[in-house]
Nanobody, 117 residues
Framework: HVQLVGSGGGSVQTGGSLRLSCVAS????????MGWFRQVPGKEREAVAD???????TYANSAKGRFTISRDNAENTVSLQMNSLEPEDTAMYYC????????????WGQGTQVTVS
């Protein structure tokens, strides 16, 4: 049973920082790509950043230069360091896992709210 537990959300002022973390269990972590997505009510979920099982990261244009995704294979953890936050970053953030040979993000965390004002 795969479980992803995200944490680290909260409220912050414009220009502030937050660090999200997600602990994965029930899977062979090094076989999975890990990602962060976000969703605002009434809008589609959008990709923020992901990191493959070699550590290579990919970012949405909105995240480039401000967010950093990282993974700790020893702790089965993926993190998202978010700096220079803007009100437009306000959303529910979800971590997700995708088997390296798959095309779909199959496993999702419960979400953690980020509010920037």
């Amino acid at each position: 049973h795969v479980q992803l537990v995200g944490s680290g959300g909260g409220s912050v002022q414009t220009g502030g920082s937050l660090r999200l973390s997600c602990v994965a269990s029930g899977l062979t972590f090094t076989n999975y790509y890990m990602g962060w997505f976000r969703q605002v009510p009434g809008k589609e979920r959008e990709a923020v950043a992901d990191v493959d099982n070699t550590g290579r990261a990919t970012y949405a244009n909105s995240a480039k230069g401000r967010f950093t995704i990282s993974r700790d294979n020893a702790e089965n953890t993926v993190s998202l360091q978010m700096n220079s936050l803007e009100p437009e970053d306000t959303a529910m953030y979800y971590c997700a896992a995708r088997y390296f040979a798959a095309t779909r993000w199959r496993h999702w965390g419960q979400g953690t709210q980020v509010t920037v004002s």
